[in-house]
DNA sequence: CATGAATGAGCTTTCATTCAT
DNA sequence: GATGAATGAAAGCTCATTCAT
């Protein structure tokens, strides 16, 4: 059992439900079973933990994004995005939950800003590169609003309705982008 | 010069700009010029402050949506509705930065919940109203759709890309709701 | 109504009960519904008030005392203070909470030193002057011995035991020292 | 040197001499030369820390009580707890001082509720089987009076009279209740 | 007399970080 | 690798007191 993994697993998923700021390292070591002692031996600061575990889940994300889809049709690709987007949305609220509050807190902003700039430049790449092949027209446009609309999605899911239908908003948006890529 | 106000004020500043456990009530009567005990006079804690400040936000949202649009064609409202977001959005920021953070943040949405909620129900409903004069089927749906994208648009715009094309996408938008209300 | 007198009333109930450096003066202003201000108009200090207070108690013990008793002989004396102990113990313990808040508690014990020093020479005297009388030897030490000995029961009833027998003590203590004053 | 003993010690002997609350943690701090840090460190609170030391100090009156008097008569036990009693107060003022802050203060009192209640109960119990053996009649009430006499002493010693002639009424007291257990 | 805004000192507690073992 | 004692800065909050009105 590798109990550096284990901090940064705990520490993620404290981070995500609490809070950077909110949550002690303490809190990371008690969950952990460890001395206050070790999560400093591992990690230089409370900080660069952080920055640990972002680029751990940027990571995630490019590989997703890379996996070999060089058969599919744009189409397609938007289709697979959009469905890996929905589920992973459902089973996994806490990894959302984690990048929203990163992302949105002038704090962690701070502390992440480079990596947080490389990722969504990432993002942004690799969803142009698709609406790129749809129709090359406003595709940069077209591309951020895609990622807003799921930002948003993502937002109000998790954070502000707890009755949010996201069945069928998943089903009318899979409508609007397999029929016309709107 | 109400202090009070000064307060209020210059504490939803700060709380927007570094977010709320970022900023101790130290960096508020600092910059308020006013001691520290006078915050905790008229603010029973720093969660009441914040509350306080988060519902007069909610009350100007209310006012803006409650105007006389009496006369109004739902594609005129949303237009307007539109129009009125981008232009706040450019013109200030820190206030859709202030909100933004309080619904993400962890802390914040537990003090902030009943107030979240109310506040949240209310746009559902006057954007519903719209929708639903437009073309009653799925209004619901596409309620939350539009509130998602708008949410995703200034998080985006505020918080990720540093050269989001806030006007370009103005256009897109306003386009795609005015024609059809998709 | 003299809203100072009424404020001296409810800030001897609220020592009583909570403490002197447990109660706020403005616990006492918000009792009496009366602003901050005026109490320190009225009173120097919190200090002052409370000398004020321990002032206006010793009057009182010490007008108990003087009530002409010159026809009674020692023995009526002693049933008579019994008696009076024994019922207002019973009747008004935050007259005693008080006072044995107050003696006992090292910071009243710094702001009250003189006018407790007076009170109790007082108290000794009053009590001495009788067991004189009944039998002057050793008086002094039985004097002690019988104003400790209803200190302790008032403690012990008070503080202590909640099942405290104060009747039966009340009887078993009268029994002792009207028939022999020991 | 085990700091956190020296933190019970000192403390222990501050909120005798002050009182509790009239003890900031920073006082017992700079007295045993030690950061505000440890303090929380060692204990969870200032709350906590009263609570251990008291449970220590009816530890020892447990103890003290426990000690093997089988082969002792209930005359010579009370004239040996008499003895204890007496030299105590005089050797160990703190002790007692600490003992009748504690159970005096409203404060104080909450706090340790549960804890006084069990030492007391304990001390009755004791006493109780003392006089028990004695002269089971009036057991319980003798019992009280016992202690209640023993309790007003020390408050009178300790707090009242500065001229408290101890002695002679440790004398008195012992002749009383050596001769015939009243 | 009466109010309540304003001050400032001081309190308990939290917490990231350091360091000897 | 691992522990936990120890530090010190900083936070939110309380409260007696002052003062202009």
């Known amino acids: 059992m590798d109990k550096r993994e284990r901090l940064i697993e705990i520490a993620t998923k ?8 909110n949550t002690p390292l303490s809190a990371v070591c008690e969950t952990a079973n460890v001395s206050k002692g070790l999560i400093s031996h591992h990690f230089k600061s409370k900080n660069s933990l952080l920055r640990e575990i972002f680029m751990k889940t940027t990571k995630l994300i490019v590989e997703i994004n890379k996996t070999d889809k060089v058969n599919q049709t744009p189409q397609e690709r938007l289709l697979e995005l959009l469905e890996s987007f929905f589920s992973q949305l459902e089973a996994d609220k806490l990894f959302f939950q984690f990048n929203l509050n990163m992302m949105v807190h002038p704090k962690t902003r701070e502390v992440l800003n480079d990596l947080i700039k490389e990722r969504s430049s990432f993002i942004l790449e690799a969803t142009k590169s698709i609406f ?39 089903e009318h948006i899979m409508k609007k982008y397999i029929n016309n890529g709107n």
Do not use: C, M, T, V
């Not at 981070?15 to 700021?21: A, D, K, L, P, V």
């Not at 027209?137 to 899911?157: P, T, V």
């Open 14 to 21: 404290l981070f995500s439900e609490r809070g950077f700021e």
């Open 132 to 170: 790129d092949k749809l129709d090359a027209k406003n595709s940069l446009i077209k591309s951020h609003i895609f990622i807003a609309e799921l930002d948003g999605i993502a937002l109000n899911y998790l954070g502000i309705y707890d009755d949010f239908p996201l069945k069928q908003i998943k």
